[in-house]
């Protein structure tokens, strides 16, 4: 496909549109030039948005979760439009891991677009299946593992609602990794306490935590006096969630501070990001915000850095949970112990 | 990215456009916006996604509409027309909109009709303002030397869209109201055999609400016809990254594959949707659930 040309940017030098900031970011121990990606689900296989933006320059795509099997999702009507936001019940349709290999994958490596590969599966095997599918696999960047989407047959199939089979399934994944390829954890907030679920990840071998996915939601039509979807419940994105995945990105950071985190849920524009990057997220994925402006990653990114140097940043990495630093501290959890008094930290 | 040779390599174009009119157009509003560019990759059936709301509205979908009219010179250079109806918060929101206001328009975008290369009888059908597009290819048809017939239906006759346009352009044309207040009183296809009939059709084009669609393509087949449908289904993104859009469509292979109105349609042979499975994911289709509950 050819590139699409986007004439609302006025054209400006590399100097003007770049600010001095480096934004290379370190997620799970890969160095990605920029530090703003797509989000699973929101971007399909990469492909659909090459008219859009440069593919090779964003941190990386991440793929709409590939299964084993081929999938027809769900039926329709899978979405419906709420106030910042949307209610989505896509079912994870795709290829299934056979035909994203021969066809998907191939596309983005050849191009060099960093590919980050999310993997979703109803069992421990399946998760096991797909991650010896990837292990000699050239050219992926990361795995996301995705243990928290809302729109399967069973609540209790949401792996990241429990520590123990988020252990069982972020485990059988890193083992069955190529051992330099790292492995994230897809959480949910849909969880009492995110922070053991993320504690379970870690020690179970997650290089990184992706967070958040969609919150389980439900919108009825008035008219019909039905649920609008057809499966009934759906995953809410948007910025409609933003302050409920700042608010993990936050507590997550506080208590396991060297952990990466890609940090996701309701990013629009650069100051969105740098909310997350000053939560403590090392990185952003732009999703739903894709739908409203197919640039917004890109966009995203150039706001970003300018929002970095605004505020006197050299690079994207000394923002990296700078909320912790200089923000108010949190009201200590009842029965726990009060924080520690801020580090010390000279303003950039 | 805007130098002449990304331009004239680009097939789809997102750009800040600015509102050029906005008029009524009976029960419908008739916006022409600039889109430098857009008018010469649009071909009949292509649409535009609209971002509704703006930068910080709490809208974030974009909404999608036919292109009913393109213009590549002028005083504004490449201007791009919509036709819409006031259905919600976005639409509400587009009315509103006045001379001179910016919109991020996306386009041209989907699949559009195929043209026969042939000389052939067509018959035109569309309800409402589903007949948006069905101008340009009438014009596009005629220039290959088609017969063109018109047939549009509404439930009322302020709900009809371009009657005056298809006077001009069509051999005939049959008005259906469903209250009778102009044309004959009933349905499209109420008053569609008997058109195929008399110009006895090679192809019929439709645009229109689903069930709509779905009465013509039956009609078409038992009349042999071939038909080409431009289906509605809600959109969130107009560009394939979605996947909210999905119809059952059978393939060439005769498998039947979930497949995304915008970028895999909007258009779509009549004889391969499945229209009587819309709204369910067929236990045949593939990569259905092995279980047939459809609900995975």
């Known amino acids: ?41 929101c971007a399909a296989f990469g492909r659909e948005l090459e008219p859009f933006l440069d593919l090779t320059a964003i941190g990386a795509v991440v793929t709409k979760s590939v299964m084993l099997a081929p999938r027809a999702g769900r039926p329709t009507p899978r979405m419906a439009e709420t106030p910042s936001g949307m209610l989505n019940s896509i079912g994870l349709q795709g290829p299934g891991i056979d035909a994203f290999l021969a066809e998907d994958l191939p596309w983005l490596t050849e191009r060099g677009i960093r590919a980050v590969v999310s993997i979703a599966g109803s069992s421990v095997d399946e998760y096991t299946k797909l991650a010896q599918r990837l292990r000699h696999v050239e050219g992926i960047t990361a795995i996301e593992v995705n243990i928290s989407c809302p729109n399967v047959e069973s609540r209790g199939e949401v792996f990241a609602c429990d520590p123990d089979a988020t252990a069982a399934v972020v485990g059988a994944v890193r083992r069955s990794s190529a051992p330099g390829v790292p492995v994230l954890a897809k959480l949910s907030a849909d969880v009492t306490d ?140 009842p029965g726990e112990p009060a924080p520690p008094p801020p580090a010390e930290d000279p303003a950039p | 990215m805007t130098t002449a040779a990304t331009r004239a390599a680009a097939r789809v174009i997102q750009t800040r456009s600015e509102v050029i009119s906005l008029r009524r157009a009976g029960a419908y509003h008739v916006m022409s916006l600039t889109g430098a560019g857009i008018p010469e990759l649009t071909r009949p059936g292509h649409f535009l996604a609209v971002a509704c709301g703006g930068d910080d509205g709490a809208l974030l979908l974009r909404r999608t509409f036919s292109i009913y009219d393109v213009a590549s010179r002028g005083v504004y250079g490449g201007t791009v027309d919509i036709v819409f109806a006031v259905q919600g918060k976005g639409t509400r929101w587009l009315a509103e909109r006045h001379r001179h206001d910016a919109l991020d328009i996306v386009g041209p975008l989907g699949k559009p009709f195929s043209l026969p290369r042939h000389p052939v009888s067509c018959v035109l059908v569309a309800g409402g303002y589903g007949s948006a597009p069905m101008f340009m290819l ?134 391969r949707v499945r229209w009587d499975d819309l709204g369910t994911v067929p236990a045949d289709c593939y990569g259905a659930p092995a279980t047939g509950d459809g609900s995975a």
């Open chain 2, 138 to 271: 009438a014009d596009q048809l005629r220039e290959r030397g088609c017969r063109v017939d018109v047939v549009l239906g509404a439930s009322t006759e302020e709900k009809l869209f371009g009657v005056l346009d298809a006077k001009r352009i069509a051999a005939t044309l049959t008005l259906a109201t469903e209250d009778g207040s102009v044309g004959e009183r009933g349905r499209v296809t109420d008053v569609l055999p008997g058109v195929l009939d008399r110009t006895d059709a090679d192809v019929v084009y439709a645009c229109g609400p689903m069930p709509m669609l779905a009465a013509v393509a039956k009609v078409a087949q038992a009349h042999g016809a071939h038909s080409q449908c431009a289906v509605e289904e809600a959109m969130a993104c107009g560009i394939g990254v979605c996947m909210t859009c999905v119809v059952p469509v059978v393939g060439d292979d005769g498998v039947t594959r979930m497949l995304r109105s915008c970028t895999d349609g909007p258009v779509f042979r009549g004889d």
């Open chain 1, 194 to 333: 995110i922070v053991a679920v993320a504690r379970s990840a870690v020690d179970a071998g997650a290089d990184g935590l992706a967070l958040i996915n969609t919150l389980l939601g439900l919108v009825v039509d008035t008219d019909t006096m039905r649920p609008v979807l057809a499966g009934v419940t759906g995953g809410l994105s948007g910025p409609a969630i933003r302050p409920v995945a700042v608010r993990c990105v936050y507590q997550v950071h506080a208590a396991l501070p060297d952990v990466p985190i890609l940090g996701m849920g309701g990013i629009r524009h650069g100051l969105d990001a740098l909310e997350f990057v000053l939560a403590g997220a090392s990185a952003v994925s732009v999703g739903t915000a894709t739908f409203n402006d197919p640039s917004a990653v890109a966009r995203v990114s150039r706001e970003l850095a300018r929002a970095l140097a605004d505020r006197g940043f050299g690079s994207l990495r000394e923002a990296v949970g700078h909320a912790h630093r200089h923000g108010r501290q949190p009201d200590p959890e």
């Open chain 1, 1 to 41: 496909m050819t590139r699409a040309v986007i004439t609302h940017h006025p054209q400006r030098s590399a100097a003007a549109d770049r600010p001095d900031v480096d934004l290379s970011a370190s997620v799970g121990g890969r160095v990605l030039p920029d530090p703003v990606l797509t989000a699973s689900g």
